[in-house]
């Protein structure tokens, strides 16, 4: 199975910052690469596919990037909204594995 | 408005069985792919199972093949997960989910709002 790794497992940030984390596959998964935000008890929601494709009503400010092993999601400006979970989704080969999810706190 | 609603989570004894369901409206259904994704309590997302827009293709996770079944009745709109030899480790909140094709990247692009299985005597 591959295996998808999130850095940090969490992370403080305030209203306005810009925060980036990361995502690392196991083995090159090229750009199957996807992005899924989760509030508390709620279901996940899409962000990002293909690695940077941004999902139909997404806001802007999410964007991702990279390939092969290494991507990236970014908030350009948080919201008070945006302090969830995310978790990334490789596409590339079954099982389709998450990593164990990046916590955005306020700080 | 795509919808998704999963109902048939509850209480259930190790060994037990359970059958879940997922009702689909607002897009055809016939024509996705269907997914259930699990989360244990206060922890991440793992996939269990899939199933193809009609249902002649199926795939489960290790940790369920063996035990678990996936369905469909593209009539009825509806998604079924039969759960059998129900195990401790199988407590989870259960969601379908759709699965999206763009980009060559496979995605669940709406999710239901899950069902909670318990399995504890």
């Known amino acids: 199975d591959i295996q998808m790794t999130q850095s940090p497992s969490s992370l403080s940030a305030s209203v306005g910052d810009r925060v980036t984390m990361t995502c690392r596959a196991s083995?090159?998964?090229?750009?199957?690469l996807n992005w899924y935000q989760q509030r508390p008890g709620k279901a996940p929601n899409l962000l990002i596919y293909?690695?940077?494709s941004l999902q139909s009503g997404v806001p802007s400010r999410f964007s991702g990037g990279g390939s092969g092993t290494d991507f990236t999601l970014t908030i350009s400006s948080l919201q008070p909204e945006d302090f969830a979970t995310y978790y990334c989704h490789q596409s590339y080969g079954t099982p389709y594995t998450f990593g164990q999810g990046t916590k955005l706190e306020i700080k | 408005e795509v919808q998704l609603v999963e109902s048939g989570g509850g209480l259930v004894q190790p060994g037990g069985s359970l059958r879940l369901s997922c009702a689909a409206s607002?897009?055809?259904?016939?024509?996705?792919?269907i997914n259930w994704v699990r989360q244990a309590p206060g922890k991440g997302l793992v996939w269990v199972s899939h199933i193809n827009s009609d249902g002649s293709s199926t795939t489960y996770a290790d940790s369920v093949r063996g035990r678990f079944t996936i369905s469909r009745d593209n009539a009825k709109n509806t998604l079924y997960l039969q759960m059998n030899s129900l195990r401790a480790e199988d407590t989870a909140v259960y969601y379908c989910?759709?699965?999206?094709?763009?980009?060559?990247?496979?995605?669940?692009?709406?999710w239901g709002q899950g069902t909670l299985v318990t399995v504890s005597s």
């Open positions: 293909a690695a940077s």
């Open positions: 083995q090159s998964i090229s750009s199957y």
């Open positions: 607002g897009f055809t259904f016939s024509r996705y792919w």
């Open positions: 989910a759709r699965g999206g094709y763009d980009s060559g990247s496979y995605y669940y692009d709406y």
